[in-house]
C-alpha cells in the first residue's frame, strides 16, 4: 500500500525566519508529487508539483526538491509570513490510475510574530 | 468565476437520517471527486467520477453513493448516516490530461456532525 508520511507534525516559526518541511513516499513506479497548502477552514490548493525527472522548482519563496531515489521531497519556506500558517499536505498518486492518490496528513505550521 | 462550491457550510444530523451534499464546478472539468478529511488522518476518496455519466469507488465508498448525471454537479448522499461519517467533506474537479499531472481544485468544504 502507498503511503505518505510527512514531518514535523507540526511546528511553530518566528515571522521571517525560515523552515523545511519533509515528505517521505513509497510508491513505485513514480510519476510525480504535489505540495499543496491548505488554509484553516479552507480546501488545499497546489502549490507545486515535482515530476520524476525534477529536482529542484521554485513559486515564490517556496522551494520544493525531491530526490526520486531515496523517496524523499522537501518543500522550504523562506522568510516566512503570518499568511503562511497553514497546513502542508504531499501527495503521490497511486500506480492505479490517475484518481487514486495518497495524501499524507499534512504539516500544520503556525508562524508566529 | 466561482471554481467549486459546497454546500452546505456545516451541517449537524441525526443518526439515521439521510442527506445529500452539493458540489457544482464551473471550470468544466471532467473528472469530479469526493474526499473526507478526518483528524490524524489524510484526506480519503470517497467516490470519484471520471466523465459524467460514470462514477467510481474510491477507498472509503460504504454508506455513501453519489451520481453525475451533468458536467457540472456531483451530489454526495449519506442514506443513512452514522456517527464514524462525522468528518469534513471536500469536493473536488480536476481536468484529467493522461499523464497523471492534472491540478484537483477543492471546494470549502462541508463539517458535518452526525450525532
Known amino acids: 500500500k502507498n503511503q505518505v508520511e510527512q514531518s514535523p507534525q507540526s511546528l511553530i516559526i518566528l515571522e521571517g525566519k525560515n523552515c523545511t518541511l519533509q515528505c517521505n513516499y513509497t510508491v513505485s513506479p513514480f510519476s510525480n508529487l504535489r505540495w499543496y497548502k491548505q488554509d484553516t477552514g479552507r480546501g488545499p490548493v497546489s502549490l507545486t508539483i515535482m515530476t520524476f525527472s525534477e529536482n529542484t522548482k521554485s513559486n515564490g519563496r517556496y522551494t520544493a526538491t525531491l530526490d526520486a531515489d531515496t523517496k524523499q521531497s522537501s518543500l522550504h519556506i523562506t522568510a516566512s509570513q503570518l499568511s503562511d500558517s497553514a497546513s502542508y499536505i504531499c501527495?503521490?498518486?497511486?500506480?492505479?490510475?490517475?484518481?487514486?492518490?495518497?495524501f499524507g496528513i499534512g504539516t500544520k505550521l503556525q508562524v508566529i510574530p | 468565476t466561482a471554481g467549486i462550491t459546497q454546500a452546505p457550510t456545516s451541517q449537524i444530523l441525526a443518526a439515521g437520517r439521510s442527506m445529500t451534499l452539493r458540489c457544482t464546478q464551473d471550470m468544466r472539468h471532467n473528472a469530479m471527486y469526493w474526499y473526507r478529511q478526518d483528524l490524524g488522518l489524510g484526506l480519503r476518496l470517497i467516490h470519484y467520477?471520471?466523465?459524467?455519466?460514470?462514477?467510481g469507488k474510491g477507498e472509503v465508498p460504504d454508506g455513501y453513493s453519489v451520481s453525475r448525471a451533468n458536467t457540472d454537479d456531483f451530489p454526495l448522499t449519506l442514506a443513512s448516516a452514522v456517527p464514524s461519517q462525522t468528518s469534513v467533506y471536500f469536493c473536488?474537479?480536476?481536468?484529467?490530461?493522461?499523464?497523471?499531472?492534472?491540478?484537483?481544485?477543492f471546494g470549502p468544504g462541508t463539517r458535518l456532525t452526525v450525532l
Open positions: 501527495v503521490v498518486p497511486n500506480s492505479g490510475g490517475y484518481q487514486k492518490v495518497t
Open positions: 473536488a474537479s480536476s481536468d484529467p490530461s493522461g499523464s497523471g499531472t492534472d491540478t484537483q481544485y
Open positions: 467520477s471520471n466523465t459524467a455519466g460514470t462514477t
